[in-house]
């Protein structure tokens, strides 16, 4: 712990100063400049401007892994499949889904669907069930409409 702290420190000074650090068999640190928020640039001319050293600073340290690295890595490597996932296709035609909406709908209390319940009504996957709802939503005399925002959006009758 020691020892990568002090790693660190010294790292951390180098860049400071301008340098690219190279250590072997891991690999290379560079600094990133950019430009500060909110600072205004110089003018030199009459239509020209640049930018000053206040208005620069380190934004990023970059980090090039060495080749050497990434084949010790890759020859302990096992790997193995993890198994086998199949995507949940819906039982349903995209016709008796839009009529299982419309009837959940239609249900006392049901004034509104969320996606995850959607997908779950029809068999569907959750990228799926959010495409076929968006869609109907977007879709003039659907009978459709949308309202909130990302995790928030329910669908509900027109």
């Known amino acids: 712990l020691h020892a990568l702290a002090a790693v660190s420190e010294e790292l951390s000074e180098l860049l400071a100063q301008g340098h690219t650090v190279t250590l072997d068999g891991i690999g290379t640190f560079r600094a990133a400049l950019g430009t500060k928020t909110g600072v205004r640039m110089d003018g030199i001319g009459e239509n020209e401007s640049s930018l ?3 208005s620069i600073e380190v934004t990023d340290v ?3 892994c060495d080749a ?3 084949d010790s890595v890759n020859r302990r490597c096992s790997l193995t499949r ?7 296709s819906s039982p349903y035609t995209k016709e008796e889904r839009r009529n299982m909406l419309f009837a959940y709908l239609s249900e006392p209390g049901n004034k509104f669907i969320r996606v995850a319940e959607y997908a779950e009504l029809t068999g569907m996957a959750r990228s799926s069930a959010t495409v076929e709802l968006r869609k109907w939503a977007e879709t003039k005399g659907s ?4 309202k909130g925002k990302v995790s ?5 009758k027109e």
Not at 152 to 156: C, D, F, G, I, L
């Open 52 to 54: 000053n050293s206040a």
């Open 62 to 64: 970059n980090f090039r």
């Open 143 to 146: 009978g459709l409409i949308s």
């Open 68 to 70: 050497r690295l990434v």
């Open 82 to 88: 993890g198994g086998v996932r199949r995507v949940n």
């Open 152 to 156: 928030a959006k329910v669908y509900m």
